[in-house]
C-alpha cells in the first residue's frame, strides 16, 4: 500500500536563491524536504494574491530526486479569483521547477521514491512548516 505524506501549512517564504541541488547537503529527512520546497518559494505578490490561498499539489519523487511524472493540484481555496489561482499555481510549480532534482539521501530517496506526497501550501501560515503522516 502506498503511504500517503501530508504536508500541512508549507510556506517557508524567502530564500530562493539557496535551493539550488548542486549547493546544497543532501536532504537526510521530512522536515528537510518540507524546508527545502519551502525555501524555494516565491509568493505572488499581495496586490494580485488572496494572503489565505491555500493549494494542495500531490507528486512524487524518484530516488535521485527528480519529479516522477507531472505534479497535480487537487485543491485550491474555494472562492479564489482565477486570477488568485493561477497566481498561485504558477509560483508553486515555479518553486518545484527551481528546486528539483532535489539532493536527497540514498535512504529517503529510497524511502520515497514512487510514492505520492500531498503537500499543502496554506498562504496564511506563511513562517510555519510542520509535516504528518498517514498510512
Request: hydrophobic share 40%; net charge positive.
Amino acid at each position: 500500500m502506498v503511504r500517503r505524506l501530508v504536508v500541512a501549512s508549507l510556506l517557508a517564504l524567502g530564500a530562493s536563491s539557496a535551493c539550488v541541488a548542486g549547493e546544497a547537503p543532501r536532504i537526510n529527512t521530512l522536515g528537510g524536504l518540507v524546508t527545502r520546497l519551502g525555501s524555494c518559494i516565491k509568493p505572488p505578490p499581495t496586490a494580485r494574491s488572496a494572503p489565505g490561498m491555500e493549494i494542495t499539489v500531490v507528486l512524487a519523487f524518484r530516488r535521485n530526486g527528480e519529479i516522477l511524472g507531472r505534479p497535480r493540484v487537487t485543491y485550491e481555496t474555494p472562492g479564489a479569483s482565477d486570477d488568485d489561482r493561477l497566481a498561485w499555481r504558477t509560483a508553486i510549480m515555479e518553486a518545484i521547477e527551481r528546486c528539483t532534482p532535489l539532493p536527497l539521501s540514498d535512504g529517503l530517496g529510497a524511502a520515497l521514491a514512487g510514492r505520492p506526497l500531498r503537500i499543502k501550501f496554506d498562504g496564511r501560515h506563511l513562517k510555519t512548516a510542520s509535516l504528518t503522516s498517514n498510512a
